[in-house]
């Protein structure tokens, strides 16, 4: 894994926080040719914006705008907004707009910098930046971008150094303290990006972020097992990430466990093949592509040989793929009378063979789960325990179908 893989946090998402608190300082009385109306609809719109209505928003800043065409708070929201809407050319026009009507408006040049920056115009939106600091030095947000502009143009040492005035002045903001880390694992200063990181995490302990980068950080600097450790939690509190998954699977390689290597990429791969056909064809073009498309091989290959054919009177309720019985992979069926393991092609190769277990004779049914994966202990009354483990996502949806079916004991769950 090469420097570029420790995890720049998305900042569209994380820039928020301070920009809101810096927005609502900011006075919307300029100039204009209605300005109670553009007031009152630029309140609209913040709520409407800040509840994640962000077409409506959008619709409510156009209005503002439209009502007072001379002021410069409602270009700046309606900006603001289309940005974020992918709406680039229009959210430039309106962001321009808005420092000519009103050249001190310190926010207004912060998010001409923001969207410049986002087209790649990293020199001219660093002048925005600039711009935005000398008119407000108290302006986190500003300081913020700025250090997203300098970590895009590879000035990692400015890029630290804005993020720290950007924490400087608001002490509790995660985005500045992830975007900080990220840098400095890009410049190599992978045990000061591990301290950013476990300083993010004091500030918001559920970050998936946080952990997924200083797990990065902690295998760069040669501690494997924390590494695992930290991206176990990253996955726990985010089971959906594809981009997790993948790189515990990576981390899983780096101390030999390729069972873990290979269930955490199989389970990545089909999370990104979810995500949409064409998100999938996108995130091909990146540097994991070469490791999902590997692991999507392996499982079209691995599972190619568990296919089941049930007894004639016999129906197939549910089948489960990412079973594994006794470190072999495999696929989960149940059927109107049994639970079926069926091994994949090079498991029956190496000698594993099918598993029936007549539904009638289950006597007990325990599940667990862990940061690290799910099992599921099946007795039976003849005193047999047969043992399944699985990723999580499997699991889940495993034992609620099992409960269902009231098979001897109802089953408990244990979260280890």
Known sequence: MTRTHLLLAPAISLLFSGAAAYAAEMETTQNAANPHDALVLIEEGDRQFHADNLNEAIATYRKAAHAAPLNSTAHE?????????????????????????????????????????????????????????????KNAFAYQTMGLILTSTGDYNQAIRAYERAIRLDPDDLGSYLNMAAAMGRKGDYAGAASVYRKAITLNRRSSLAHLGLGSALGKIGDLDGQVRELQTAVALSPKSANAHGRLGFAYSQRKDFRGAMREGIVASVLRVENSWSSFMRAMITTWAAVFLVFGAIFAFVFLGSRFKPQPGEEVLKSYFLIFHKDRPGRFVITSRRLVYVPEAVSQWFGATRMSIEREQVERIVSSSSVSGGAISIATKDGVTHKFS???????????????????????????
């Open 390 to 416: 699985m990723p999580n996502l499997v699991l889940e949806p495993l034992a609620k179908k099992l409960d269902s079916l009231n098979l001897g004991t109802p089953t408990d769950l244990v979260s280890a």
């Open 77 to 137: 929201r309606l900006a603001r907004a289309l940005s974020l809407n992918d709406s680039m050319r229009e959210a430039e026009q309106e962001a321009k707009q808005a420092v000519t009507l009103d050249g001190k408006n310190s926010l207004a040049h912060t998010w001409f910098g923001w969207i410049l920056g986002r087209q790649g115009k990293y020199k001219a939106a660093l002048a925005e930046e600039t711009v935005a600091v000398a008119l407000d030095e």
